[in-house]
């Protein structure tokens, strides 16, 4: 059994149930998850850390079978342009490996959180616990009372383009 983490403690306060997935840390992608706990991948959500123009970082939450589109992020959260965070300025700006940044292990630094639309379809997602080879799989609304997440429509279907043309 794993540690017990700083994102299980918030959930454990607020009364919030949930359920630990352990996979390897050689891991760090969502589709990896998914193949790896054996969950369709639009119920593993990977958080994306993205910087606008002006203001503090954004953490976003997207379904491994999704692609952020930052055009429409823009326009969601009032930026006239964002950008994706570089792998060593997301682990710098939240302390976490990529492959383990959380929204709820990051509460604490009060980064604007945002849940791409498609989550409000699951029952329960799984989302990173803070640490590389763990995940936690809670319910939708339980996770947006925990990181006080928006709703956003900011995402498409990976590949969607190439289905469209064919």
């Not at 630094?109 to 849940?115: E, G």
């Not at 799984?126 to 809670?138: F, I, P, T």
Request: aromatic share 4%; proline share 5%.
């Amino acid at each position: 059994m794993v540690e017990k983490l700083n994102s299980m403690r918030l959930l454990e306060q607020q009364k919030i149930p949930y359920t630990v997935h352990e996979f390897p840390d050689t891991i760090h992608s969502a589709d990896g998850v998914a193949d790896y706990v054996g969950v369709p991948r639009q119920r593993v959500y990977k958080t994306l850390v993205v910087l606008p123009a002006s203001g503090k970082p954004v953490l976003v939450m997207v379904a491994g079978d999704r692609e952020l589109n930052l055009k429409k992020l823009a326009r969601a959260i009032g930026q006239k342009k964002v950008q994706m965070a570089p792998k060593k300025e997301a682990e710098r700006l939240t302390g976490l490996l990529t492959g383990g940044i959380s929204a709820l292990a990051l509460t604490h630094k009060h980064f604007p959180v945002y849940l791409d639309r498609p989550a409000l379809d699951q029952q329960t997602i799984l989302v990173s616990a803070g640490k590389r080879g763990v995940n936690l799989e809670l319910a939708v609304a339980d996770l947006i009372k925990a990181t006080g997440a928006k709703i956003v429509d900011v995402s498409r279907q990976q590949g969607a383009e190439e289905q469209e043309a064919g």
